[in-house]
T-cell receptor, first 112, second 116 residues
Framework: DQQVKQNSPSLSVQEGRISILNCDYT??????FLWYKKYPAEGPTFLIS?????DKNEDGRFTVFLNKSAKHLSLHIVPSQPGDSAVYFC???????????FGKGTSLLVTP | SAVISQKPSRDICQRGTSLTIQCQVD?????MFWYRQQPGQSLTLIAT?????????ESGFVIDKFPISRPNLTFSTLTVSNMSPEDSSIYLC?????????????FGPGTRLTVL
């Protein structure tokens, strides 16, 4: 039972534009939401997280928005760079110290 | 952040053998997690390892197949026993850090296992 869903398997964006990656979840007990970037043959790299008490968190070019009523979050990357090309995973946890439930990932391609 | 190393980084093993994967963290952590990523799939939790207690396994994973040790607060091992080609995956360990309103979980570089 997939509790975290990334419905877009791939996304292509031009360099300098905004990349928007979406994620939906079904478990209302999730308290923390995290985004990871992953290259093939490497471990996931933590990007940014947000707790359920917030609706926005920003770190440099990365902003995560959380809409609890819609059980939806999104990662915005502005401006997008070719080095951002990777697979992005959305993950959620019911509490700190709990393991993560992952989505299936969205492959982002940023073209020059 | 936490710096996590894993050994080996990759291995090719024969069916029926076992492989032990090591995970070392540069700071003391309470919880360590073991995940796997099968080809083309997302990350799936195998078990959660607390120091000083038995690991807690997720549905579909059993201790006889994936025994875990957690001898101290900076180290853990995962053994993949009696391997079959279906065990070919990337195995990852992770640790979490709770800084109040900010929650982060960091991953090691992974161990790429191929079973022939």
């Amino acid at each position: 039972d997939q509790q975290v869903k990334q419905n877009s398997p791939s996304l292509s964006v031009q360099e300098g534009r905004i990349s928007i990656l979406n994620c939906d979840y079904t478990n209302s007990m999730f308290d923390y939401f995290l985004w990871y970037k992953k290259y093939p043959a490497e471990g996931p790299t933590f990007l940014i997280s947000i707790s359920s008490i917030k609706d926005k968190n920003e770190d440099g070019r990365f902003t995560v928005f959380l809409n609890k009523s819609a059980k939806h979050l999104s990662l915005h990357i502005v401006p997008s760079q070719p080095g951002d090309s990777a697979v992005y995973f959305c993950a959620a946890s019911a509490n700190s110290g709990y393991a993560l439930n992952f989505g299936k990932g969205t492959s982002l391609l940023v073209t020059p | 952040s936490a710096v996590i190393s894993q050994k080996p980084s990759r291995d090719i093993c024969q069916r029926g053998t076992s492989l032990t994967i090591q995970c070392q963290v540069d700071s003391q952590v309470t919880m360590m997690f073991w995940y796997r990523q099968q080809p083309g799939q997302s990350l799936t939790l195998i078990a959660t390892a607390n120091q000083g207690s038995e690991a807690t396994y997720e549905s579909g994973f059993v201790i006889d197949k994936f025994p875990i040790s957690r001898p101290n607060l900076t180290f853990s091992t995962l053994t993949v026993s009696n391997m079959s080609p279906e065990d070919s995956s990337i195995y990852l360990c992770s640790v979490d850090m709770d800084r109040g309103s900010v929650y982060e979980q960091f991953f090691g570089p992974g161990t790429r296992l191929t079973v022939l």
